[in-house]
């Protein structure tokens, strides 16, 4: 029964394979504020890398690609959460130092959630108008 097993392990069998969906949870989870919920997370993402990476040192090369797609998922998903976290950032500098009010930020902070990455362009395009206007270059 080993031998049948590790055989399986060896052609791939063994190998369980995430749909991108689930690999972008599971990465996204090791992001999460929650402690328990991130070390868990990061634990079994770890695991299922040296899994893939012992597997690609013994000539399974289906076992490379998909190493190579975590990879790939990983770094799409890291600057998913910069980008949000420095969205968010932004809102809180904003509230803080630019006087905006409880309603704005409420509203400022639904936008930077729901689409961080065009609400930190609309920022900066409203910080260079502001420089602009200041300068006279309008």
Same mark, same amino acid.
């Given at each position: 029964? &080993?031998?049948?097993?590790?055989?399986?392990?060896?052609?791939?069998?063994?190998?369980? +394979?995430?749909?991108?969906?689930?690999?972008?949870? &599971?990465?996204?989870?090791?992001?999460?504020? @929650?402690?328990?919920?991130?070390?868990?997370?990061?634990?079994?993402?770890?695991?299922?890398?040296? %899994?893939?990476?012992? &597997? /690609?040192?013994?000539?399974?090369?289906?076992?490379? @690609? %998909?190493?190579?797609?975590?990879?790939?998922?990983?770094?799409?998903?890291?600057? =998913?959460?910069? +980008?949000?976290? =420095?969205?968010?950032? *932004?809102?809180?500098? *904003?509230?803080?130092?630019? @006087?905006?009010?409880?309603?704005?930020?409420?509203?400022?902070?639904? /936008?930077?959630?729901?689409?961080?990455?065009?609400?930190? /362009?609309?920022? %900066?395009? =409203?910080? &260079?108008?502001?420089?602009?206007?200041?300068?006279?270059? @309008?």
């Amino acid at each position: 029964m &080993l031998v049948l097993g590790l055989i399986g392990v060896l052609i791939g069998c063994g190998m369980k +394979t995430y749909s991108p969906e689930e690999k972008r949870e &599971l990465i996204l989870k090791s992001y999460s504020e @929650d402690k328990v919920t991130r070390k868990k997370a990061s634990d079994k993402y770890y695991e299922i890398l040296k %899994e893939l990476s012992l &597997l /690609e040192s013994k000539g399974n090369k289906k076992a490379g @690609d %998909e190493y190579i797609a975590w990879k790939s998922v990983l770094k799409k998903v890291s600057k =998913e959460v910069k +980008t949000r976290r =420095e969205a968010i950032s *932004r809102v809180n500098f *904003r509230r803080k130092y630019n @006087d905006i009010n409880d309603e704005e930020y409420k509203k400022e902070l639904i /936008e930077a959630k729901k689409d961080p990455g065009a609400y930190l /362009e609309r920022i %900066e395009k =409203e910080k &260079l108008r502001i420089w602009k206007s200041k300068m006279g270059l @309008d």
